[in-house]
């Protein structure tokens, strides 16, 4: 059994550049605010998990000094994400780690219903499939894992769109790889969105998360 490695890919949450799509309802300063925190969500379930090593794989580069102002454990290797479209960043990514030996679980910071134990299913499913997918809600998916690499599941497909998912497994089926999909989850990417965030994000007295818009449907 190989072992499996959490690739986390991220951007910077700084104001204007991280959650775009939320400025409207909570602000540039709000939007990054939010990447922020599920960021810290993300490295936090990731660590804790303890399937493997932690990378977190960045725009902007890695040696840019916002990373040193974030709370990053030690024990979490920066990479860099690289030129080119969101499929050939993972794509390169993917296809590093799993020359490497590994297996990689690849997952974004948009989903904090993503928890440790998911993630510890998602490293079992890639004991005996050769892929393994949670998909989003909206149609993309919140984690793919690898045991093998072909090109053809990250080209050619239209990110941050409803068919994410679908396409990416049917890329897969068509290799013949054999796949495990796990239950899907919401993630956040549009303010309609944000009532899918934790509670305790939102009761927290201290949080920079209260926002007019909670209506008590959090999950």
């Known amino acids: 059994m190989k072992p499996v490695r959490i690739v986390i890919f991220a951007k910077a949450p700084l104001a204007g550049f991280a959650k775009t799509r939320l400025i409207p309802a909570l602000g540039q300063q709000g939007a990054a605010e939010l990447a922020q925190r599920l960021l810290a969500q993300t490295l936090h379930e990731a660590l804790t998990s303890q399937v493997g090593p932690v990378e977190l794989c960045v725009t902007p580069s890695a040696v840019q000094a916002v990373w040193e102002t974030l709370a990053i454990s030690g024990t979490v290797h920066r990479t860099d994400q690289g030129d080119g479209d969101l499929g050939e960043r993972m794509a390169r990514a993917a296809k590093r780690v799993v020359d490497a030996g590994e297996s990689i679980l690849l997952i974004g910071t948009d989903c904090p219903q993503l928890d440790a134990a998911q993630l510890q299913q998602a490293a079992r499913a890639l004991q005996c ?71 305790t994000w939102l009761a927290s007295a201290n949080s920079a998360l209260q926002w007019p818009w909670h209506d008590g449907s959090a999950s």
């Open 129 to 199: 499939a050769d892929a393994t997918l949670v998909p989003a809600f909206d149609g993309g998916y919140v984690m793919l894992g690898l045991n093998r690499f072909d090109a053809r599941v990250f080209s050619s497909i239209a990110w941050s769109t409803s068919s994410v998912a679908t396409d990416t497994m049917s890329r897969m089926k068509q290799l013949e790889w054999r796949v495990e999909i796990l239950p899907t989850l919401h993630d956040i990417d549009e303010p309609s969105d944000l009532k899918w965030l934790p509670k």
